[in-house]
């Protein structure tokens, strides 16, 4: 069955970087779109960022763009998220997401999600 | 930005109740709209997408309707199963983005 499992979490300083990932199984990788979102208690849910299957592909949240990175290896069935120049406000449960459908399809829906990672942003 | 408003923000109902969430998106989503489910500690947990379509092994006590900017979810008959936070959110373009939530408790 599909599994996404993330890791990389944990509390860092305001400025520092720190990188997500996201183990994936269950579907051939190479096939489907990814996604980060984000969850605080204050904010709820936020979409973060999107790659497509080939990695040629990338958009991103304005209150990302720039500091974010978002990347996929295939060959480990591993999707990452690159945090740099991290804020108080980037503080949040970081949860990957599948796209429902493959190849170039315009309009998938996240369909799988990992159980987060949490994130806290803090001197 | 689409913004995506729901109501109520809280809602308390007894088993067996019907349970209806409004989801309202600031411009047209093109029917481009799924609803989650969410339990303490849990990642959501899609319920429908496409407005109304059922996502396969959801129960049939819930549905999805509505086109445009208005959508609702509906529980025919509340479970003890169905308390917790749902969600609505659009996908028809970049940025996607949620609502703020509803949590439906036990009266």
């Known amino acids: 069955q599909v599994q996404l499992v993330e890791s990389g979490g944990g509390v860092v300083q305001p400025g520092r970087s720190l990188r997500l990932s996201c183990a994936v199984s269950?579907?051939?990788?190479?096939?489907?779109?990814m996604h980060w979102v984000r969850q605080t208690a204050d904010t709820g849910l936020e979409w973060v960022a999107v790659?497509?299957?080939?990695?040629?592909?990338?958009f991103y949240a304005d209150s990302v763009k720039g500091r974010f990175t978002i990347s996929r290896d295939t060959s480990m069935n591993m999707l990452y998220l690159q945090m740099n120049d991290l804020r108080t406000d980037d503080t949040a449960i970081y949860y990957c997401?599948?796209?429902?459908?493959?190849?170039?399809?315009?309009?998938?829906?996240?369909?799988?999600w990992g159980q987060g990672t949490l994130v806290t942003v803090s001197s | 930005d689409i913004q995506m408003t729901q109501s109520p923000a809280t809602l308390s109902a007894s088993v067996g109740d019907r349970v209806t969430i409004t989801c309202r998106a600031s411009q047209s989503v093109s029917g481009y709209l799924a609803w989650f489910q969410q339990k303490p500690g849990k990642a959501p947990k899609l319920l429908i997408y496409?407005?109304?379509s059922l996502e396969g092994g959801v129960p049939s006590r819930f549905s999805g309707s509505g086109s445009g900017t208005e959508f609702t979810l509906t529980i025919s008959s509340l479970q003890p199963d169905d308390f917790a936070t749902y969600f609505c959110?659009?996908?028809?373009?970049?940025?996607?983005?949620f609502g703020q939530g509803t949590k439906v408790e036990i009266k």
């Open positions: 496409k407005a109304s």
């Open positions: 997401a599948k796209k429902s459908c493959g190849g170039e399809c315009s309009h998938g829906y996240f369909d799988y």
């Open positions: 790659i497509s299957n080939d990695g040629s592909v990338k």
């Open positions: 269950g579907f051939t990788f190479s096939d489907y779109g």
């Open positions: 959110q659009h996908y028809d373009s970049y940025p996607w983005t």
